[in-house]
């Protein structure tokens, strides 16, 4: 595997969705990890462009034929990512970015801990992720609160991530973020150490 993972988590409101879009805007040897999962789509939402959406059944079925690489069952939905595209993308040397909560952070994290980096997004305050998630007008103040709550059991997993980036100053944010892409994509894996170490 020549590539590298960067993981990244946070609430949902947090910006994460903002700070991929302007960098996917710029190109680069990236392969944005597309989940799957079972919940509804929303409007506006794509088929292969948000998520991949199939029915409980079929997604139970790829648990026990071992297609996913890491899922997690979150808001009564399953949200997965599959094992596949991702080995061909490393294999590749693309930078393969995760969009996953924590649950999923630490399964990547043992399966391809020499490879990956951590990243975990939040708003400054939870006051102003209420705000954010109200301007969003995507859901009832009764999911508002359900995620409010989610985010406070996330945030208390902070410490298991590399980089903690606090989305107050977009444009800052922003720098910051790429910086963190740079240092993902400098990860040198324990195989290829000692591969440089016998050629040298």
Known sequence: MSGAILVISGPSGCGKSSLLSELFKHGGNYYFSISTTTRAIRDGEKEGVDY?????????????????????????????????????????????????????????????????????????????????????????????????????????????????LINDDFDKSYQKFCSIIDATRLKISSGEIDKFIQNW
């Open 52 to 164: 991949y959406y199939i029915t409980k059944d079929e997604f139970e079925q790829g648990i026990k034929e071992g297609q996913f690489l890491e899922y997690a069952k979150v808001h009564d939905n399953y949200y997965g990512t599959s094992l596949k595209p991702v080995l061909s993308a490393l294999s590749e040397g693309k930078l393969v970015i995760f969009d996953i909560d924590v649950q999923g952070h630490a399964i990547v994290k043992q399966k391809f801990s020499d490879i990956t980096t951590s990243l975990f997004i939040t708003t400054p305050t939870k006051e102003i992720l209420k705000q954010r998630l109200i301007k969003r007008a995507t859901d009832s103040m009764d999911v508002i609160e359900h995620r409010l709550k989610n985010a406070k059991y996330e945030m208390a997993r902070i410490h298991e991530y590399e980089y903690l």
